[in-house]
């Protein structure tokens, strides 16, 4: 064995790792902090105090050359030749066994807290690491090196009699039972006992042990209590549960905000130079989170959520919205380069911030109204859409009908010419189409009637201009030539029938155009970066969704494409946003959000 690699059992095969070379990652959160663990139980990637903050732990994209400079936390049995990893049934907290070749062996459980206390949700910023002997006579290195400054910065300790502190701008704590000089020492100890690791911003007190025990008892009861009430399918139901686990920790506890992924700057397709930070709330992205969750009846997230984007809005002078926000509602950081970090498996750069926020994106107006189509399900008792909630949409519906033929830069954020996307057109079809539903359920006739008609107009205009005689589908921009995967959207949207022929005829193209293998393209023409690399999993899951609408034979097709799919996530049932639809390899930031929303939205839509 390499030195510094270790064994993972993966499907029954024992596999050696001397780098990261792919997003085997697991990831634990509470709705405060997110870490992703890889296969040998090191944490790779940890922003504190917040999702969007500075990486503590950013070895994930230090490359090869200087990953403890970046951050690093790794507990390691001393002679490993095997080590298993799995979640905790429904929770989304992660056992690591680690054997030697003697049968000593300890057992890793990582956690970040999470349940009720005191009549609200506690969400610590705080990450536990319990360690507890599992056979043998077992001796383990501890290495912690949390970084500052994006990598830049190795942050100063000082020992106290139980905990390590680290200097920074907001200082950390390494709260410990374990010996902390051995810790700082990166020198090895027998185990013999369960050891118990709380890193973050909170000072903790008493037996650790116990306290560990307790914080772990009552998270996983939390977890637990959550899934069951969950309505998901009976078949996939184990994918539904883990996509559904996946989506609530990209949540923000404290604001409802929702990031469209943990991590910045994992490329698309390797040395692309597609390379973002995704550590953001997208109105878009958010809705097809909330959108999932609710279709398994999780609404607490979507009410949450819209009470988010709507301060959001009521903040400007005229209900204007913006591409992305920052988890505490501001402005998203200016892009830069984290010129410390060398990147994913050395392929960078790593940016901080996403400059696509300056851009004009028409969609975003829809995706909001959508976000509160759950709270109008029912007019009658049950229902949180009221009168109050819908007058507060309604701006959204009036920047749509103005916007809805306007260029902007699209869903894709093409960095190039805006153009008038037809994807675009069509979500601001869907702001006042919903909201005449809305005020339909709600006796409003004089506002249905009036939603209604700019609905129509505009479904008029799409009808006219993003249709291509000659291609015999929709278009990606209006009077233009090139396709689009986004429109496999239009049936679930409620724009065309899926056997209207134009549908029919829509796909037909995409399967002729985009389709690589199995898996879907967002597009195939150059872009800023050139052509694209990786198929966009995101558009295989719309795909498959618009193959169970067209029912018969094509739906079997989506069950057997569906299978596929699931077969292609992480050992750990996660997604990242793209595929190489050669290999299976993953790509992308990750987990990804709206894909995880995509195993949901399939499950629901092929139970039926």
Same mark, same amino acid.
């Given at each position: 064995?390499?030195? *510094?690699?270790?064994?993972?059992?993966?499907?029954?095969?024992?596999?050696?790792?001397?780098?990261?070379?792919?997003?085997?990652?697991?990831?634990?959160?509470?709705?405060?902090?997110?870490?992703?663990?890889?296969?040998?139980?090191?944490?790779?990637?940890?922003?504190?105090?917040?999702?969007?903050?500075?990486?503590?732990?950013?070895?994930?994209?230090?490359?090869?050359?200087?990953?403890?400079?970046? *951050?690093?936390?790794?507990?390691?049995?001393?002679?490993?030749?095997?080590?298993?990893?799995?979640?905790?049934?429904?929770?989304?907290?992660?056992?690591?066994?680690?054997?030697?070749?003697?049968?000593?062996?300890?057992?890793?459980?990582?956690?970040?807290?999470?349940?009720?206390?005191?009549?609200?949700?506690?969400?610590?910023?705080?990450?536990?690491?319990?360690?507890?002997?599992?056979?043998?006579?077992?001796?383990?290195?501890?290495?912690?090196?949390?970084?500052?400054?994006?990598?830049?910065?190795?942050?100063?300790?000082?020992?106290?009699?139980?905990?390590?502190?680290?200097?920074?701008?907001?200082?950390?704590?390494?709260?410990?039972?374990?010996?902390?000089?051995?810790?700082?020492?990166?020198?090895?100890?027998?185990?013999?006992?369960?050891?118990?690791?709380?890193?973050?911003?909170?000072?903790?007190?008493?037996?650790?042990?116990?306290?560990?025990?307790?914080? +772990?008892?009552?998270?996983?009861?939390?977890?637990?209590?959550?899934?069951?009430?969950?309505?998901?399918?009976?078949?996939?139901?184990?994918?539904?549960?883990?996509?559904?686990?996946?989506?609530?920790?990209?949540?923000?506890?404290?604001?409802?905000?929702?990031?469209?992924?943990?991590?910045?700057?994992?490329?698309?397709?390797?040395?692309?130079?597609?390379?973002?930070?995704?550590?953001?709330?997208?109105?878009?992205?958010?809705?097809?989170?909330?959108?999932?969750?609710?279709?398994?009846?999780?609404?607490?997230?979507?009410?949450?959520?819209?009470?988010? +984007?709507?301060?959001?809005?009521?903040?400007?002078?005229?209900?204007?919205?913006?591409?992305?926000?920052?988890?505490?509602? *501001?402005?998203?950081?200016?892009?830069?380069?984290?010129?410390?970090?060398?990147?994913?498996?050395?392929?960078?750069?790593?940016?901080?911030?996403?400059?696509?926020?300056?851009?004009? /994106?028409?969609?975003?107006?829809?995706?909001?109204?959508?976000?509160?189509?759950?709270?109008?399900?029912?007019?009658?008792?049950?229902?949180?859409?009221?009168?109050?909630?819908?007058?507060?949409?309604?701006?959204?519906?009036?920047?749509?009908?103005?916007?809805?033929?306007?260029?902007?830069?699209?869903?894709?954020?093409?960095?190039?010419?805006?153009?008038?996307?037809?994807?675009?057109?069509?979500?601001?079809?869907?702001?006042?189409?919903?909201?005449?539903?809305?005020?339909?359920?709600?006796?409003?006739?004089?506002?249905?009637?009036?939603?209604?008609?700019?609905?129509?107009?505009?479904?008029?205009?799409?009808?006219?201009?993003?249709?291509?005689?000659?291609?015999?589908?929709?278009?990606?921009?209006?009077?233009?030539?090139?396709?689009?995967?986004?429109?496999?959207?239009?049936?679930?949207?409620?724009?065309?029938?899926?056997?209207?022929?134009?549908?029919?005829?829509?796909?037909?193209?995409?399967?002729?155009?985009?389709?690589?293998?199995?898996?879907?393209?967002?597009?195939?023409?150059?872009?800023?970066?050139?052509?694209?690399?990786?198929?966009?999993?995101?558009?295989?899951?719309?795909?498959?969704?618009?193959?169970?609408?067209?029912? *018969?034979?094509?739906?079997?097709?989506?069950?057997?494409?569906?299978?596929?799919?699931?077969?292609?996530?992480?050992?750990?049932?996660?997604?990242?946003?793209?595929?190489?639809?050669?290999?299976?390899?993953?790509?992308?930031?990750?987990? /990804?959000?709206?894909?995880?929303?995509?195993?949901?939205?399939?499950?629901?839509?092929?139970?039926?």
């Amino acid at each position: 064995m390499q030195s *510094g690699s270790f064994p993972v059992i993966l499907h029954g095969l024992v596999r050696y790792f001397p780098h990261l070379t792919s997003v085997d990652l697991a990831l634990v959160g509470n709705g405060a902090i997110g870490a992703l663990i890889d296969a040998g139980g090191t944490v790779v990637w940890c922003c504190l105090p917040r999702f969007d903050g500075d990486p503590v732990f950013g070895s994930l994209l230090a490359g090869e050359s200087h990953p403890e400079r970046a *951050g690093i936390f790794a507990i390691e049995l001393v002679g490993a030749v095997r080590i298993e990893q799995r979640y905790a049934t429904d929770t989304p907290i992660l056992v690591t066994r680690c054997y030697d070749k003697k049968g000593g062996g300890v057992e890793i459980t990582d956690f970040c807290p999470r349940f009720e206390k005191d009549g609200i949700l506690f969400t610590p910023t705080m990450l536990v690491r319990q360690v507890r002997p599992i056979g043998g006579r077992a001796s383990i290195v501890v290495r912690v090196t949390p970084a500052a400054g994006y990598g830049c910065t190795r942050r100063e300790h000082a020992l106290g009699a139980n905990h390590i502190s680290y200097a920074g701008d907001q200082a950390l704590r390494l709260t410990t039972n374990a010996p902390t000089e051995a810790i700082v020492d990166r020198s090895p100890f027998h185990i013999d006992r369960t050891l118990t690791f709380m890193f973050g911003l909170d000072e903790q007190s008493g037996d650790l042990t116990s306290v560990g025990a307790s914080l +772990l008892e009552q998270t996983e009861a939390h977890w637990r209590f959550w899934v069951r009430a969950l309505a998901a399918p009976v078949e996939w139901r184990d994918a539904v549960v883990r996509a559904a686990i996946t989506l609530e920790l990209n949540v923000h506890e404290r604001t409802g905000a929702i990031i469209a992924s943990m991590t910045t700057s994992i490329p698309e397709a390797p040395n692309s130079g597609r390379n973002w930070d995704y550590r953001y709330c997208w109105p878009r992205d958010a809705c097809f989170v909330v959108n999932a969750l609710g279709r398994v009846g999780e609404i607490r997230t979507t009410e949450r959520y819209l009470g988010f +984007l709507l301060a959001q809005a009521e903040s400007t002078n005229d209900a204007r919205l913006s591409p992305m926000y920052a988890i505490d509602g *501001g402005p998203i950081p200016p892009e830069q380069v984290a010129e410390c970090l060398e990147g994913y498996r050395g392929m960078g750069p790593v940016r901080i911030g996403n400059k696509a926020s300056e851009q004009q /994106q028409n969609d975003i107006y829809g995706e909001a109204v959508l976000t509160a189509e759950p709270l109008f399900a029912n007019s009658g008792a049950g229902s949180t859409g009221d009168q109050a909630l819908f007058a507060r949409l309604e701006p959204f519906g009036e920047h749509a009908a103005r916007l809805h033929d306007v260029p902007d830069a699209g869903l894709w954020e093409l960095r190039g010419a805006e153009r008038v996307h037809s994807f675009s057109s069509l979500m601001c079809w869907v702001a006042c189409d919903r909201l005449a539903k809305y005020a339909e359920r709600l006796g409003l006739a004089d506002r249905a009637e009036y939603w209604r008609l700019r609905a129509a107009s505009i479904h008029d205009v799409i009808a006219l201009r993003s249709w291509n005689q000659k291609l015999n589908a929709f278009t990606a921009t209006m009077e233009g030539d090139s396709l689009d995967a986004s429109l496999l959207l239009m049936p679930r949207l409620g724009f065309l029938e899926a056997d209207d022929p134009r549908f029919v005829g829509t796909v037909a193209a995409i399967e002729s155009q985009l389709k690589h293998g199995d898996f879907i393209y967002r597009y195939v023409e150059r872009d800023d970066f050139g052509y694209p690399e990786n198929a966009f999993l995101v558009c295989t899951f719309w795909y498959i969704e618009a193959l169970a609408a067209m029912g *018969g034979a094509r739906r079997e097709e989506a069950r057997v494409l569906f299978e596929k799919v699931l077969g292609a996530r992480n050992r750990h049932g996660l997604l990242a946003e793209d595929l190489d639809p050669r290999t299976l390899e993953q790509w992308g930031n990750f987990p /990804q959000t709206y894909c995880m929303a995509g195993i949901i939205d399939c499950a629901v839509a092929l139970a039926k």
